[in-house]
């Protein structure tokens, strides 16, 4: 399992890298060193949102304009037997500027794309 979690990290990490390059500035990504750790910031991600973290409820706030979307990954779990892929949730925010993000645990990473 646990090389896994590192190969998704690994993926993550230059996913993310490109994304940012990809869509110019528009996206902000914020990654979790491992399953129940804080989120940091990718790149400038905190330039573009404010996020606080209560629990595993995600506060954030953007303030570089509105935010189509928000996909929130969850991490993956095994039983031993089977390998289930974390949650995985994305939302247009019907408040574009402010919003909470809650799936009952930790997440290992949230992206927001904001409107050009």
């Given at each position: 399992?646990?090389?896994?979690?590192?190969?998704?990290?690994?993926?993550?990490?230059?996913?993310?890298?490109?994304?940012?390059?990809?869509?110019?500035?528009?996206?902000?990504?914020?990654?979790?060193?491992?399953?129940?750790?804080?989120l940091s910031p990718?790149?400038?991600?905190?330039?573009?949102?404010?996020?606080?973290?209560v629990g595993n409820?995600?506060?954030?706030?953007?303030?570089?304009?509105?935010?189509?979307?928000?996909?929130?990954?969850?991490?993956?779990?095994?039983?031993?037997?089977?390998?289930?892929?974390?949650?995985?949730?994305?939302?247009?925010?019907?408040?574009?500027?402010?919003?909470?993000?809650?799936?009952?645990?930790?997440?290992?990473?949230?992206?927001?794309?904001?409107?050009?």
């Amino acid at each position: 399992m646990q090389g896994v979690i590192t190969q998704r990290l690994a993926g993550l990490g230059l996913a993310a890298i490109m994304t940012l390059t990809a869509a110019g500035g528009a996206v902000a990504v914020f990654v979790a060193g491992g399953p129940g750790e804080n989120l940091s910031p990718s790149g400038g991600a905190d330039l573009l949102i404010d996020l606080a973290q209560v629990g595993n409820s995600i506060l954030w706030t953007s303030v570089a304009g509105r935010v189509a979307t928000v996909e929130t990954v969850g991490w993956p779990s095994s039983d031993g037997v089977h390998d289930l892929g974390g949650a995985l949730t994305i939302e247009a925010p019907p408040n574009q500027t402010a919003g909470t993000v809650n799936i009952g645990e930790k997440p290992m990473t949230v992206e927001f794309t904001l409107d050009t």
